[in-house]
């Protein structure tokens, strides 16, 4: 492991920390190191592999696609593109829907940037503590200002407002309705700790944008693709926007990124508006196909299930003060801002986790972990917030 940091430190750029360990397998929701130790994964490439780890749906979707067809450009189609782009607009339920793809969330929401410029107005309107990518455009809808200031000054236009608060984001709207072009938000944030939208908020951000004229772009590149239960979460309160980003689960470990327009956004991009080489990878696409035609009703169930599950057993474990989210994407709250603590001694218990914020655990399994290794996991991270909380008693 040594020689892999070192190689690792002598060959990478150091915008990452050198990683603590170096997976070499995965199967399911179980990874395994270079030295043969297992981990139970409970947060699949940040909520990345939906179906786990070798799939074989997505393992023999890929590997059929990449033996036939690997790559054709945005000058030729391919049929894969048009399976998942029909397949997404059935879940939005709207025929007006049209779908650009790309190869990650930032890009989704470059997208979804470009897209509010050509309404012709100039204001976005963007949630405080947000996150909705590092490419500057993105960026410059993402909330936290520690991530933006080393990159200023970025694209003008974007104003924020206090996540969940309907009345400061009203007068915000107000100030120039005529000129603000798109209200963009995550349904649960989830960089800044899982933090769920009050009840009813989508649906009175739905009414605002539907008053002035404005676009509702729904960040859903975490939350999408059942990671909460329902296929998309902004169903849960039944609201529909215009503007939906998507990545993350879609491609079940392969880099793909979604827009999808409806209405009248689904007019403002023409030829030549915006584009990607990549987007739209007949592999990626495979990969996404195989994925949604597992993610079915039955399975969606299963999630919800398995969500309080999850839920019920990380909520018993002494040193939580809650636990919040919903699905298999929940934040666990602790007593005591040890959470970065947490997750290294999670690797020394054998189960990989994420801390957001300070007293905050991140849980994103895979969407297939069973039961058995969800009593599992709960067990270990009971063992690793007990043996922090110790740490810092002492």
Same mark, same amino acid.
């Given at each position: 492991?040594?020689?892999?940091?070192?190689?690792?430190?002598?060959?990478?750029?150091? $915008?990452?920390?050198?990683?603590?360990?170096?997976?070499?397998?995965?199967? &399911?929701?179980?990874?395994? @190191?270079?030295?043969?130790?297992?981990?139970?994964?409970?947060?699949?490439?940040?909520? !990345?592999?939906?179906?786990? *780890?070798? *799939?074989?749906?997505?393992?023999?979707?890929? %590997?059929? =696609?990449?033996?036939?067809?690997?790559? !054709?450009?945005?000058?030729?189609?391919?049929?894969?593109?048009?399976?998942?782009?029909?397949?997404?607009?059935?879940?939005?339920?709207?025929?007006?829907?049209?779908?650009?793809?790309? $190869?990650?969330? %930032?890009?989704?929401?470059?997208?979804?940037?470009?897209?509010?410029?050509?309404?012709?107005?100039?204001?976005?309107?963007?949630?405080?503590?947000?996150?909705?990518?590092?490419?500057?455009?993105?960026?410059?809808?993402?909330?936290?200002?520690?991530?933006?200031?080393?990159?200023?000054?970025?694209?003008?236009?974007?104003?924020?407002?206090?996540?969940?608060?309907?009345?400061?984001?009203?007068?915000? !709207?107000? =100030?120039?309705?005529?000129?603000?072009?798109?209200?963009?938000?995550?349904?649960?944030?989830?960089?800044?700790?899982?933090?769920?939208?009050?009840?009813?908020?989508?649906?009175?951000?739905?009414?605002?944008? @539907?008053?002035?004229?404005?676009?509702?772009?729904?960040?859903?590149?975490?939350?999408?693709?059942?990671? %909460?239960? @329902?296929?998309?979460?902004?169903?849960?309160?039944?609201?529909?926007? @215009?503007?939906?980003?998507?990545?993350?689960?879609?491609?079940? &470990?392969?880099?793909?990124?979604?827009?999808?327009?409806?209405?009248?956004?689904?007019?403002?991009?023409?030829?030549?508006? *915006?584009?990607? %080489?990549?987007? &739209?990878?007949?592999?990626?696409?495979? /990969?996404?196909?195989?994925?949604? /035609?597992?993610?079915?009703?039955?399975?969606?169930?299963?999630?919800?299930?398995?969500?309080?599950?999850?839920?019920?057993? /990380?909520?018993?474990?002494?040193?939580?003060? /809650?636990?919040?989210?919903?699905?298999?994407?929940?934040?666990?709250?602790?007593?005591?801002?040890?959470?970065?603590?947490? !997750?290294?001694?999670?690797?020394? *218990?054998?189960?990989?986790?994420?801390?957001?914020?300070?007293?905050?655990?991140?849980?994103?399994?895979?969407?297939?972990?069973?039961?058995?290794?969800?009593?599992?996991?709960? =067990?270990?991270?009971?063992?690793?917030?007990?043996?922090?909380?110790?740490?810092?008693? =002492?």
């Amino acid at each position: 492991m040594k020689d892999f940091t070192q190689r690792w430190a002598g060959a990478l750029l150091d $915008n990452y920390p050198v990683p603590p360990i170096e997976l070499v397998e995965g199967s &399911g929701s179980t990874v395994t @190191d270079a030295d043969g130790k297992q981990y139970i994964d409970m947060l699949a490439g940040i909520a !990345v592999n939906a179906l786990g *780890h070798a *799939h074989p749906a997505v393992v023999e979707a890929v %590997t059929n =696609q990449l033996s036939t067809l690997g790559h !054709v450009s945005n000058l030729f189609g391919s049929a894969p593109v048009v399976k998942v782009a029909e397949a997404l607009r059935e879940h939005v339920a709207d025929d007006t829907a049209r779908v650009y793809f790309g $190869n990650s969330g %930032t890009e989704a929401n470059e997208a979804a940037f470009k897209l509010a410029r050509l309404t012709g107005r100039r204001r976005i309107l963007a949630a405080q503590h947000g996150f909705h990518g590092r490419t500057m455009g993105a960026l410059a809808m993402t909330g936290q200002p520690d991530k933006q200031k080393p990159f200023e000054p970025l694209p003008a236009g974007v104003e924020f407002y206090p996540y969940g608060d309907i009345e400061a984001l009203t007068a915000l !709207v107000e =100030q120039n309705p005529s000129d603000t072009a798109a209200i963009i938000m995550e349904p649960i944030q989830g960089e800044t700790g899982i933090i769920p939208a009050p009840e009813g908020f989508l649906t009175q951000v739905r009414e605002l944008c @539907d008053k002035h004229g404005i676009l509702f772009i729904a960040d859903e590149v975490q939350t999408g693709v059942g990671r %909460t239960g @329902d296929f998309f979460a902004f169903q849960h309160e039944g609201v529909l926007p @215009d503007v939906i980003t998507m990545a993350k689960g879609l491609g079940g &470990g392969m880099p793909i990124g979604a827009t999808i327009a409806r209405g009248e956004a689904a007019k403002l991009f023409t030829p030549g508006s *915006h584009g990607t %080489t990549f987007g &739209g990878n007949p592999v990626s696409c495979a /990969a996404a196909t195989a994925v949604l /035609a597992t993610i079915d009703d039955a399975f969606l169930e299963e999630v919800r299930r398995k969500g309080q599950v999850l839920y019920d057993a /990380a909520s018993k474990i002494p040193g939580v003060k /809650a636990v919040r989210g919903r699905g298999l994407m929940l934040g666990v709250v602790l007593e005591r801002p040890v959470a970065k603590r947490v !997750v290294k001694l999670g690797l020394e *218990h054998g189960v990989i986790l994420n801390a957001p914020a300070d007293d905050v655990i991140r849980l994103t399994p895979p969407l297939v972990i069973s039961d058995e290794e969800i009593a599992q996991a709960a =067990q270990r991270l009971a063992a690793a917030i007990a043996e922090a909380s110790e740490e810092v008693s =002492q």
